[in-house]
């Protein structure tokens, strides 16, 4: 994959930024949000790098009654200042917070997430590049018709060694792939 030719990187959030919640595999409050290791970093390379930053991530814990929407939107507040006080300030949030039973067309694997993710963007959908860790971000990406990266953190072990990942370029973390997204870049600022 020529990675010189995307400008938006829509990022999973559980398991490629942050660690997934051990108990119920739900993030609740701020303080349960852990930055995986080199995340913050990666994020601002991609940033000087010029990238369009997207995130997508499928909160269903809002939707089972389990999260709310006020305390995800602290956790998000949260999240951003963090990012942006490391230089790796995001661009757009985006949130499926429906259960699974509402059958909605914006859960990963459905496409609606990626593509609002790209119509906010403005950016194509060729030039658009998923990041995720599990089988559903790389069916949604598939399904929107944009190119999918794996990393290997949160679940992205398991996934890698599944038939849906066969041809999807694999990197460590975050820290890996956005040094290899940045390479031969001019720096932004
Ligand atoms: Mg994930
Ligand atoms: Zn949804």
Not at 4 to 17: A, N, Q
Not at 118 to 137: K, M, Q, Y
């Amino acid at each position: 994959m020529d990675l010189r030719g995307f400008r938006h990187v829509i990022l999973d959030r559980d398991g490629v930024l942050n660690s997934e919640a051990e108990d119920s595999g739900y993030v609740r409050d701020p303080a349960e949000f852990h930055w995986l290791p080199g995340a913050l970093e990666g994020l601002a390379i991609l940033r000087r790098a010029g990238l369009y930053l997207s995130v997508a991530t499928n909160q269903a814990g809002v939707g089972r009654g389990l999260v709310s929407l006020e305390q995800l939107a602290a956790i998000h507040a949260r999240m951003q200042a963090e990012a942006s006080a490391h230089g790796g300030g995001l661009d757009a949030v985006l949130v499926c917070p429906h259960a699974h039973e509402a059958q909605c067309a914006c859960r990963k694997p459905a496409p609606g997430l990626i593509q609002e993710a790209i119509t906010r963007s403005g950016i194509t959908a060729r030039e658009s590049l998923v990041v995720g860790d599990d089988p559903r971000d790389l069916e949604a990406a598939r399904r929107a018709g944009v190119a999918a990266a794996l990393v290997r953190t949160g679940k992205g072990r398991q996934t890698e060694q599944l038939p849906r990942a066969a041809g999807v370029p694999v990197y460590d973390d975050l820290l890996q792939l956005a040094r290899a997204l940045a390479a031969g870049r001019p720096s932004v600022q």
